[in-house]
């Protein structure tokens, strides 16, 4: 009997030496994803592009699933901090949800069916843009593998954005900490209306914007908001857009001198793409994204990155790729795995603390009672 459990002793102490993954600021749910029947085939944006980028980072990069952060669905009272009740109770009508993802069939789909398989991955992705700005605080970097819903607005949604995520993590920001001014870099090929409306008027914030001016939205209300203003003709190539990016970001960083940048990274500038209308290449979305990753390091300056548009078959590698550049050049986390699998070591978690704590107990408590106590 006490062989046993002293066998039983010595696991529970083995296993809580048993470490989990090291913690990276990247952000997704499996919940990101929007299925449901084929109707998300309906509309030219790849709904299932944060599952792909996932699968690359974890099989292809090397990175442990558990290192991954995973959000809980954003709840109903912070989505009135920046969006009106009204608007948020016409979501349960089907016909307002056809609208806004611009598939008027939705409209004779039942609203429950609609609750869970769209506005569920995109509640998820929304506590995902605020986890991933506070995370950036701690490691000076995050992304989330979703969101950058650019257009929806206070009182109603449209471009298949309903949820606010950028300006309500401002407001999340600003809760804990008042003074901090943030820059938005929005470079997805449609003007970002949605957080300009939202957050215009609020001189914490400054917004660069380098848009399709040929195409949708056309917002002219809210382009009074931008403070950095870029409207660029259709088919503008790599060597022309990046230098505006460059040249622009580096003078809008100087001019604000934020204290948090949230760049909303979408990838319909990709030539081809038949909504984005302009004619960068691949290689030159990459640089784009590690040109604005590389200027917020060099200002140490906390950046959260989202994904938002991107209406082609290849976003997803793209984004793939582009991350897996930023991880290995920039940030470096990259390293950090290498050195774990050499090491066949792995940093500990909270959570493995913790766990770890209970099992050492457990393990400990028998050997005294078998072995000890008298």
Known sequence: MKTKVYLFSLLMVLMSSITLAAQLPLVYHRYYNISFWGFDRLHPFDSKKYGKVYDYLVNKVGINPESFHVPKKVSGEDLLKVHSQEYLTS??????????????????????????????????????????VFLSLEHGWAINLSGGYHHAKADNGEGFCVYADIPLAIYKLHEKYPSYKVLIVDLDAHQGNGH????GTDSRVSIFDVYNK???PRDWNAQHSITYNYPVQSYIEDAEYLKIVQDGLSKAIQDSQPDVIIYNAGTDILAGDNLGRMSVSEKGIILRDELVF?????????????????????????????????????????DNLKKDRSQNKRSISPKAIAFGCILSSIGLYFVYTYFFKK
């Open 294 to 334: 590389t200027a917020a390091y060099e200002a140490h300056i906390p950046i959260t990155m989202v994904l938002s548009g991107g209406y082609t078959n290849q976003s997803a590698s793209i984004i793939s790729q582009s991350i897996e550049k930023i991880l290995t050049n920039i940030v470096h986390a990259t």
């Open 196 to 199: 300009e409306m939202i957050c």
């Open 214 to 216: 040929d195409i949708y």
């Open 91 to 132: 979501l349960s009508s089907s016909s307002t949800l056809g609208k806004i993802t611009e598939m008027p069939i939705l409209e004779w789909v039942p609203n429950f069916l609609l609750q869970r398989k769209l506005l569920d991955p995109m509640r998820y992705a929304t506590q995902g843009t605020i986890d991933a």
